[in-house]
Nanobody, 120 residues
Framework: VQLVESGGGLVQAGGSLRLSCVAS????????VGWFRQAPGKEREGVSC????????YYTDSVRGRFTVSRDNAKNMVYLQMNNLKPEDTAVYYC??????????????WGKGTLVTVSS
């Protein structure tokens, strides 16, 4: 199983970034996929998730309305469009996959992460 993130970088506050993740080694369309993040000195938190079957998406309160998660089952890809970025969004962002259901803890698979830094 592999989840490989890309698209992180340095951006000014108010800017946008799009994270991408390519998955392999498991039946992608049977898994909920999404993103977690870990800011310096803080615990890892769930950011967003796209369900496996009904098109549902979920967001933590701090990003709702600014971030959009999407998936392309034909390409085994998951994306996170991040708009109006804030310095508090600075973190390592991890792509995740969990069988069938979105979860905010104990997910099955993790990527290695990509760093997003938002300058003020």
């Amino acid at each position: 199983v592999q989840l490989v993130e890309s698209g992180g970088g340095l951006v000014q506050a108010g800017g946008s970034l799009r994270l991408s993740c390519v998955a392999s080694g498991f039946p992608f369309d049977e898994y909920a996929v999404g993103w977690f993040r870990q800011a310096p000195g803080k615990e890892r938190e769930g950011v967003s998730c796209a369900s496996s079957n009904d098109g549902s998406t979920y967001y933590t309160d701090s990003v709702r309305g600014r971030f959009t998660v999407s998936r392309d089952n034909a390409k085994n890809m998951v994306y996170l469009q991040m708009n109006n970025l804030k310095p508090e969004d600075t973190a390592v962002y991890y792509c995740t996959a969990n069988e069938r259901l979105c979860k905010w803890a104990g997910v099955d698979y993790w990527g290695k992460g990509t760093l997003v830094t938002v300058s003020s």
